[in-house]
Each structure stands twice: as structure tokens, then as C-alpha cells.
């Protein structure tokens, strides 16, 4: 096509630069949401990469136990084994800095003459690098602060830091700084070295070790092999880069569900323009017609529309790449702090700009933009020459195309329950295909309705309300080119706001519903800094005992958790005493009487003499269950620090748990298999029930002052878990804001559109005695009438949508059982907010259409 | 050069068919200008459409320049149109958004010429209809006799063998009528363009050559 013909497309977007912003806007704002997300949630997991890649430094193996320390007598074995060139050994943990806003940092218990060969520090100190390295090593209680956290925090050799290890308060001295080669840091540079020893005690794992990294002699494959063959059972050679590959399994989910999401608001887009582009090709029919009586071919017509949108996209994907950087910084703290609070702590305060993603977006809202500007495109290239004189043809050809569109509908709907129906596991594909479906059958429907609606309700708004009522209710229907679009698309941006509330409401009413019936206790006691990413913090022993013999306490639940890198992902194993639960009315098994299992599998645990080979019992999460395919009755392999152990599965509990799958066993059988004492937190069951509030004040009062401990109520839990739920599904909800505000946009749009481009008519009716009133009354019912139908179709949209994510989607990617809970009050404010802000669309172009220049507006053709 | 023959057209508008031409059989010479008049309705714009091979008969044969229309693929009836024909309509159908310098280009860029050619033509073609100094101007910034010189001007640029024109001055006054009109008589005149014209303005039909008049879709004088 010749480029002296992209003046024509370039003048229109020129010349009306509301509409053009509009619809730059609308494409801008799906790319940037869409942009954000995956940026913040790239830059989150390349945060924890480096994190690894940094811990790793040159070590090429791993050696490690299943959710265990490992002794530290290995270290002194594998440094002799002749496979081996140099070992480190590492304790490894999280603490809390005290201060406000100071947050976690990691300890990393070294040696540093065996770290030399893995990692290189450089350590500066108040005299020297040296003298830093020496106080370290011999002053108990010292630490170097990496470069970066004493830039942030202001450290300077002799600073003392306050830390919460555990359960325990700690104070550590400052004896200078480190810098790691190539600036790269775990926790974006929150980071504390200390001497192994030093480590081992402050987080109370005396004689073991996290874990010791290896340079072999031999090549690849072969020094893993050679160490395998030596090492005690239980314990795995991996290569370090492992950790990073679980944490993105772990989080696949969440973050295919967030990317699922951001890309609505690009969908919203492309309707928005696709009604645009339609518009232009109704708007210019004439145009089009007298090009083509000037000899412009077909495909050229077809070439300039789609030239049209191109321009659109092209400016509204850059527009989108800068508004997505913005928007990612902002989503970064969202995504960073629901991935702390659910998987791992990970700090990312800067955003990797991967030109990757920043060109998928890019393209991404080309694509989009040319996919839904290609279909009226077609349309303009197809019209006949002459026809093109008739605007009304096209009202004509779309009222009898209606029905048809609608079978399509249906055939849309039928499709997406077929391919829900299909079987996925981790990452619901189908489900979503199925989600995308629903969207377009619904839009399918939009003209059907929008005709039925619009006859239907005429004669009774006409006697209602007079003629005002029932020339809005004609134009309605009247008018399908038009304003189909436009209700199509606030229909499926409403139906997606509809399906994510209903889902989201049901899924808190279930989790209410299991902290009830799943989680017995009066008072839940451990550590203050207790999360489900730290199983490194215990209980102080002499605790348990001295609340054996509290009087005020009746029985005592013990809870052991350990976090077990499993095939691809992390499995977190969870020991806790059954005979308790049983006896506190058991969990909410899927099936079976929970009760009986639970006591069956605390009575055999207990009896089981020491050295027991038989299977083991155990209780899986559902999501496990889902991840693997496992049912009741089956028995698997499950990797220990004693070696692998074969249990059966007696029993499969929902679990809404956000921290992965889980699988359970009584306490006496886990400590079996782990050889460890330690607890991380204790359920407290009181002979008065009443007195939850004086116990966990008389808790505080004897122990507040040596550790940090946190007692907490049943209450003050359910609160704790809602509170975690709401922030999660936060960036959720800003999503499909963003989808709604986008097709408000486009309800904006066609009004504007719809009232110039029917200025003739309207003047018409006020010469002919229509007053200015009924004109506007009558704008008014066509758009208040446009956005009740998309409110209607919206609802039943995000219906059918509620229940594929609920029954589908969520199942598939999370492996949960949510029950569904009628939430008849997003309905209703979707209600209120579509029609008003419907109204208010309506209300400026009817008042500019009742503006006194009739005479002009008639005369001119 | 213009053969019609027994060439009738039917529209069809729901369940109602429309007869817009009944058997109808014309002929016109190569450098003759010709004006087609009637009522409205009668079928005038339709027989120029079909000459100009906007729309296809519904029976009968169309031959322009020894192309019988029918044959034609739609990509063959697009570049005959291009190539072929000019057309003039009442409303004058300017491209709003363009100068008129640059709707006069239009044929010429569609036919391949290069920009600063086609602007050269086009300048040359407005300042024959007295519209150089309008060259940069839009539509709306123009009188409606001016704007139908430059639609002229459009129509003309590609020297086109013959020139359609419908109810040219049927949006303008008695004067700019008459300007315009002798511009369609001075061309006709002194280039031996072919015309033919729609009209039911009997001073505008007083211009051509000969006179076709239909009534009901029929040729009746």
C-alpha cells in the first residue's frame, strides 16, 4: 500500500484526539497492568535467583537432609573423601532485625577458611579488613553486616544490632562490613556473616549444619555420583541451583493467576478497540464508499483500517510499557510481600528490566490491538461500493445477524464446559481457555439482548415515562453497529469483577468454616516471628515442660514442621500430637471418620518400637493429594534424614493453607524419622475456656521478658489468617479495578460517538417540537438502558465464572475444595456503579446534543 | 464507446422489489456529452451508477470502452473504475480530513504516481477550475461552489475516459451553478471530454449536447 494513503487513518486519529486517546488509553493501561505483574513477579524470582546464585558462590553440589540439619561431623568427612577439592559448611537462618521497618536479614554461619575457596568476601573493618576478620573470629557474639545493609541501616564498625532468633533476643556486635564479588547479595543485601560456631549457637543448632557446598575433582555428574555412593543415608547431593527451581514451582501458580488476570485488562482492551475501529468504518461508510468509487482496491480498504488500529496499538503498547514500569514498582512491594508471607522472605527493591518481557508486552498489545481491529477491518474491506451510501444497511444486516451470533454464543459456552471438564494438574490451561470462552459467549449475546431489551421495553417505558422512554428503548436496539460493542465489553470487564469477588467471598467463607472445624486450641503459643518460611524457629524446651504442669492448661498439642524439598517443589512435613486432635474433635477429612484415623494412627505411632521399618501412617493436604495424584489407601516414598520411608496415606484433609501441600504424621512417628526434639509451637487447651484472655496474659508476664513469644487466641488466629487472606487478594482486586475503569472508558466512548453521530436526528426532533428535556430523557434511558443490559449479562458472565474458578480453576491450580457462598453484595453494587456511571456517559453528550445550533446542524450534510 | 443494452435493475428492500430500470437500451459517442434528466426516482443516478460500474445490472449488457462490465473480476472493475472513470456527486463528497490538494492527488496516488507528481498534478487541475489558491485548504474552509470545482478537478486528474456526473449543481446557487457548468461546457469543448450528466436542472441539461429523458426507468426522449 502506498504510505501517501496512512494519511488518511493519521488524520483521523489526529483529528478526533479524545477518541484517540481513549483508545490508546485503553490499550495502554491492559499493557501496563500486564507489563507490571509480570515485571514485579519476574523481578521477585530474579531477586531469589541471585539470592541463591549468591549463596552458592563456585560451589557445584549441595550436600543436605530432607527438612533437616545435617551433623557436623559430615563436614569433617566429606572435606577428606579424595572426591572432593574443598567443602564449606553453612548454618543458615532468618532473623528479625529489631527496629522499625528494619525487617528480616540472613545469617550465614561460615567458616572463613574454608569459605575461601567457594565464596570471596572482602572485609573491611574500623582498622582494616584484617582486624575485622580477626574480631570476628574471636570476639563470640560479632558479626560483619554486608555492605549494603550497613549503607542502609548506618553501620559502622562497633555498631550492636538487636535480633530475634527464634524465640530468643540476641544482641550482636558490628565488627565491619563485607562486600561479595560482583555486588551480588541474597535478600537484596540483608545479610549478616558470623563464625559457624557463633551461628550454630545463636540459632540453637549446636553440632549441625544447614548444609555444606562442595567443589568436586572430578567432572559434573561424577563427583555427585562418587559422593552419593559414600554419604550416610538421608542425605541428598543436589546442585544448588535447586532451590531456585522449587521456589518457581511453588509459585507457578500464583503467578500464572496474577499474569491470567492482568491479561483481562488487555482483553477489556481489545474490545475497546474493536468498538473503535468499528466505529470509524460506520462512521466513514461513505468514505469508504467514495474511495472505493475512486478506485481503491479491497485489500487497501482492509490495509487502511487495520492500519488504523495498528497506529493505536503501536502508541498504546509504548505508552503501556512506561505506565507497566510505573506500575511495577508499585506491584513489586505487593508481589514481594505476598510471596514473603505465603512461600519465603524475599526482598526485591529493584526491578530487573528483562527487554524479554518488556517486547512480549509490546507485541502482546500489537497483537491484540490488530486482532480486534481486523474483524471491522474485514467488514470495511468487504463492502459492497454502493452500499456504503446506506448506513442503515449495516443496523439491517447486524438485527438479522443477531440470532446468529448468539448460536455462536452458545456454541462458545458448550466449548468452555467441555474444556472444563478436562483434567489438569498445576497449571489449569483449559480452565482458562474455558474462562476466555464464557467472556466471548456472553459478548455474543449482547446484540440478541440488547434487541429484546430494547423491544421489550418500549411500549411500558413509553407509557411509563412517554416518548422520551420509548425512542431511547428503539435507539437501543436500533443502533446494534454502535453501542454492542460497548456494552459487550463493560459486560465482560463487570462479569470478570462479578466471578473474582464471588470466588474470593466463597473462598473466605470457606477458610472461616475450616479454621472452625479444622483447628482446635484455645491458645496457639510459639515464636513471635513465627511464618510458615521459617520451620528454623523453635519453642524453648523448658516451655513445654513448665506448661505441662500448668494448672490453668488441660492438654497441650505439639506441632513440628519442617519444609522437604520434594521432586520439583517443597512438601511441608508436619508432626503434631494426633491423640490431641482426636480428642478435640479431629480435622475435616474428605472422607472417612477423622476421629478414628487420627486416633488409630497416634495409638499405633506410640506403640512402634524405635528401629520400625513397617509403613508409616500418614494424613495428606488436599492440594498434595491434587499435585500428585495420590488417594486414600495408597502408599508412597517419602525421603527422611533416616533414608526413604515408605507410609500410607489414611487420610485426606482439606487445608487452605497458602504455603504449599502438606502431609502430616503424629509427632512420636516423626521424630522417628527426623531424630529431632524440637517443637515450633505448642496449641494450648485450657480447663477454662473462658479464660483465654488472663492465660495469655500470665504467658507474656512469665516469659515476655527472655523471649519473643506470641499467645495467641483462637480468635486473634482467625483474625491473623483473614487478615493474610484480604492483603493476598489484594493486587486481585486492583486488577480488575483496572478492567472496569478500562471499559468505562469505552462506555464513555460510544456515547460521545453515538450522540455526534446522531446530532442530525436529534436536531430533527427538537425542530419538530421535541423538547429539551425529552431529548435528554431520552439519551438518558438509551444509556442507562446500555448499561443495566451490560450489568445483566456482566452478572450472568461472572456467574458461570464464579463457578469455573471455584470448582475448576482453583482446584487445578491449588488443589483446593472451596465451597460456594452466594455474595448477593457485589451484585448489587455492581449494579449501582454500572448505571450511574452509565447515566453520567449519557449526561454530557445529551447536553451537548440539546446545545441551540439546530439550524447549522440541519443544514449542514 | 457507452453501449447499454435492454439493461434492467431491481432492488430488493426486504420483502418489496424496486424496479429502478426497465429495459433499457443507450448509446453514447466517444467525445460526446451527454445529459440524462427525469423526476427523482426515476432511475437517473441508477444508470449513471451502472455506466460508471459502481453497481451491476440485474439484466442486460454494460459496455464501456469496449469492456463489457460483467466480464470484469472485482479487481478489474476496481482498476476500471481508477483508470476509466470520473465521477462528480451532488454532495460533492470531498475527504473532509484531507486539503484539496491533496483529494485531488487521491486518483493519481491510487494509480501509482509518485507523491510530489500527483501534487504537482493536482495544483496544476485546481488551478484550472480557478482553485490555486485554495490548494491547502479543507473542505469545510470552502464555498460549495468551490468545492465542486475541486471535485472536478478530482474526478478529471486521471484522465478518464469518460466523466459521470451527478446532479453537480444540485447543491449549489444559480450563479456558482453557471460557473461550474461552463467549466463541464469549456471542457467538454476544448478537450472533447465525454460527459455524462445527471440533472433535472433544465439549464444544467441545456449545456449538454443531447438529452436522454427517463420516466419509471424508462428511456421515453
Known sequence: MRLWLLRLPLRHLTEFPGRTLLGVLGIALGTAVYLGIALAGESALES??????????????????????????????????????????????????????FGPVLLLGVDPFAEAAIREYEFEGASGGRAALEDFLARPGTVLASEPLARRLGLTAGARLRVTAGARVAELAVAGTFRAPGGLYPLEGAVLLMDVAGAQELVDRIGRLDYIDVIGRLPGEETAAALRRVLPPGVEVNWPGAQARQMEGLVASYRLNLQVLSAIALFVGMFLIYQSVTLSVVRRRREIGLLRTLG???????????????????VGGLVGLFLGLLLARGALG???????????????????????????????AVLATLAAALVPALEAARTRVRAVWFREELEEVLTRRAWRLAGGGLLALVTAGALAALEARALPIPGFVAAFLILLSFALFTPVAALLLGRGLAPGLGRFIGVAGELGCRYLSGSLSRSAVSIAALACALGMLIAVAVMIGSFRETVNLWISRSISGDIFFGPAVFSTAAY??????????????????????????VRLPFRDRYVLVIGGSFDILAKYGGMWFRQGDSVAILQEMAAAAQAAPPGDAAPGAVIISEPLAETFGWREGQVVELPTPSGPRQVQIRGVFYDFRTDGPSLWMDLHQFRRYWRDGHLNAVRLYLRDPGRVQEVQASLQARYGGRYRLLALSHQDLRHGILEIFDRTFAVTYALEGVAVLVAVFGIIT???????????????????????????????????????????????????????????????????????????????????????????????????????????????? | MIELSAVSKTYRRGEVEIAALRQVDLKVQAGEFLAITGKSGCGKSTLLHLIGGLEAPSRGRVVVAGRDLATLTERELTLFRRDCVGVVFQAFNLLPLLTLEENVALPRVLQGASSAQAAAEARRWLALVGLAHRAAH????????????????????????????????????????????????????????????????????????????????????
Open chain 1, 48 to 101: 531469589f535467583r541471585r539470592s541463591v546464585a549468591a549463596v552458592s558462590g563456585r560451589a557445584e553440589w549441595r550436600l543436605s537432609a530432607p527438612g533437616a540439619p545435617l551433623p557436623e561431623e559430615l563436614f569433617l568427612q566429606v572435606r577428606r573423601l579424595p572426591e572432593v577439592r574443598a567443602a564449606a559448611p553453612v548454618v543458615e537462618s532468618v532473623l528479625e532485625l529489631e527496629g522499625p521497618g
Open chain 1, 296 to 314: 481503491l482496491g479491497a485489500r487497501q480498504v482492509l490495509a487502511l483500517f487495520v492500519a488504523e488500529g495498528l497506529f493505536t496499538g503501536l
Open chain 1, 750 to 861: 460510544t456515547f460521545l460517538v453515538l450522540i455526534i453521530d446522531r446530532e442530525r436526528d436529534l436536531a430533527l426532533l427538537q425542530a419538530m417540537g421535541a423538547s429539551r428535556r425529552q431529548i435528554v430523557g431520552m439519551v438518558l434511558v438509551e444509556s442507562g438502558l446500555a448499561s443495566f443490559l451490560s450489568f445483566l449479562l456482566g452478572a450472568g458472565a461472572g456467574s458461570v465464572l464464579s463457578l469455573l474458578l471455584i470448582f475448576v480453576i482453583n482446584k487445578q491450580a491449588f488443589g483446593w475444595t472451596i465451597r460456594l457462598f452466594f455474595t448477593p453484595g457485589i451484585y448489587l453494587q455492581s449494579l449501582v456503579l454500572v448505571v450511574a456511571l452509565g447515566l453520567m456517559a449519557g449526561a454530557v453528550p445529551a447536553w451537548r446534543a440539546v446545545k441551540p445550533h439546530l439550524a447549522h446542524i440541519l443544514k449542514e450534510e
Open chain 1, 536 to 561: 528454623d524457629r523453635y519453642l524453648p524446651p523448658e516451655i513445654v515442660a513448665e506448661l505441662k504442669g500448668d494448672p490453668e492448661v488441660r492438654d497441650i498439642y505439639l506441632y513440628r514442621c
Open chain 2, 138 to 221: 479543507k473542505p469545510h474552509q470552502v464555498s460549495g461552489g468551490e468545492m465542486q470545482r475541486a471535485a472536478l478537478a478530482r474526478a478529471l486528474i486521471n484522465r478518464p475516459a469518460v466523466l459521470l456526473a451527478d446532479e453537480p449543481t444540485g447543491n449549489l446557487d444559480h450563479a456558482t451553478s453557471r460557473q461550474v457548468m461552463e467549466l463541464f461546457a469549456a471542457l467538454h469543448r476544448e478537450q472533447g471530454q465525454t460527459i455524462i450528466m445527471v440533472t433535472h436542472a433544465p439549464e444544467a441539461a441545456a449545456y449538454a449536447q443531447r438529452e436522454v429523458r427517463l420516466r419509471d426507468g424508462r428511456v421515453v426522449a
Open chain 1, 334 to 364: 505487593l508481589v514481594t510481600d505476598t510471596l514473603t508471607s505465603l512461600y519465603t522472605p524475599v526482598a526485591a527493591r529493584h526491578l530487573s528490566l528483562n527487554p524479554q518481557l518488556l517486547l512480549q508486552a509490546w507485541a502482546l
